[in-house]
């Protein structure tokens, strides 16, 4: 979308949504397309503790974790209009909705569970997936986070058929259309 290139982000967009949703993958292409910076912060969680997430949830526990994952969000909200990727729980706190609406804008890249789990069934990096039934698992947690993930200032629905090039389309009409967040450059 070459248009989308003269287009300047005036505050960091941070991506919600569960694991397996594309918050990574269209991230990445959103960024690329308005030629703003990536950042992961899963990604800098891990560089900060040198650690694994995974490592992390069973050395330290969930509770330190997600401490550390609000520190880490604070500090790159602080930063550059970027797209931001979340891991999947970082929007369930509400100390984090908040920083986030005070500094940036949410979007909730909106995947059905079946999406979600042809995505998510193979990997091994999922921790909270570790589980004797993890497809369960994987319902019941998007049963208990899609309401919150509902109150992003955006939502974006996903769908099988389309390609991250689309998804990253659509998430940027969705930019262009909330008022004051993208300007002409």
Known sequence: MAEAATLKLTAPVVLVGMMGAGKTAVGGAVAAQLGVPF???DHEIEQAANAKIAEIFERDGEA?????????????LGG??????TGGGAFLAERNRALIAE???????DAEL??????V????TRPLL???NPKATLAEIYAQRVPVYAKAALHVKAAPELSIDQMASRV???LRAHPGLMAES
């Open 39 to 41: 950042i992961d912060s």
């Open 64 to 76: 330190f974790f997600r401490d550390r994952e609000t520190e880490v969000l604070a500090r790159l």
């Open 80 to 85: 550059v209009p970027a797209i931001l990727s």
């Open 103 to 109: 500094k940036g804008v949410s979007v909730w890249l």
């Open 114 to 119: 079946e999406l979600l789990w042809s995505r």
């Open 121 to 124: 069934r193979h990997k091994s």
């Open 130 to 132: 570790l589980t004797d």
């Open 172 to 174: 940027i009409a969705a």
